[in-house]
């Protein structure tokens, strides 16, 4: 091909160097960043799910937290921005209420 790769589509691009010096497509970084902290997501978007139940706490909930920035899924919003102590925060105000 002789035409030259456009310059958007080329900072997408990862080389990496044959032995022969050529350089050949590594991957394609990511379009879609991680919607908290904005780093690139390599491939899916990877959240762990922590399930307290009703017998340990008086009420059964579940966290949210993306593997890939750390942060935890804010329970009244549902938007990645929240630290672990505001999410326990917000469920024991919860707890409180219960009783």
Known sequence: MDKAIPKEI???LEYR???DGTRKVKRVVPLH???????PIDEK???NIYIT???TVN???KKFKCTTCGVY???VTGEFTAEYADVADHFRKQKRKKR
């Open 17 to 19: 160097a044959d032995k």
């Open 73 to 75: 899924m804010d329970p």
């Open 45 to 47: 978007r990877t959240v």
């Open 59 to 61: 009420h059964s909930h």
């Open 33 to 39: 960043p991680c919607e908290a902290c904005g780093k």
């Open 53 to 55: 139940l009703e017998s």
């Open 10 to 12: 080329e900072s997408l």
